[in-house]
């Protein structure tokens, strides 16, 4: 069973950066592909954006794209998500999860994944 947990959300202005990081343990999240997900109020949770185990293929919401850039450590057992240019819809609850399967693709469905953190708030004002 792997436990993760999620810091470096926080409330910024309209434009500016945050780099929320997820660390694992219990297991090693390097055979696994690893993605974020976001819940705004009154919404349910999207996808964000993933990275496969080995950091090969990533995958992006199109609301995100060329804004965000997922990646991760896999000696160090964490996955960042470097969020530039934000925009108040990017207010939410942000979540690292871990993929149900080893090796596999960079899955934007939020059922294949296991493995949930608790949230970090991101917060952006205009």
């Known amino acids: 069973q792997v436990q993760l947990v999620e810091s470096g959300g926080g409330l910024v202005q309209a434009g500016d950066s945050l780099r929320p990081s997820c660390a694992a343990s219990g297991r090693p999240i390097s055979a696994y592909t690893m993605g974020w997900f976001r819940q705004g109020p009154g919404v349910g949770r999207e996808f964000v954006a993933t990275i496969t185990w080995n950091g090969s293929r990533t995958n992006y919401a199109d609301s995100v794209k060329g804004r965000f850039t997922i990646s991760r450590d896999n000696a160090k057992n964490t996955v960042d998500l470097q969020m530039n240019s934000l925009k108040p819809e990017d207010t939410a609850v942000y979540y690292c999860?871990?993929?149900?399967?080893?090796?596999?693709?960079?899955?934007?469905?939020?059922?294949?994944?296991?493995?949930w953190g608790q949230g970090t708030q991101v917060t952006v004002s205009s």
């Open positions: 999860a871990s993929h149900e399967v080893p090796y596999d693709g960079a899955s934007t469905q939020s059922w294949e994944y296991e493995y």
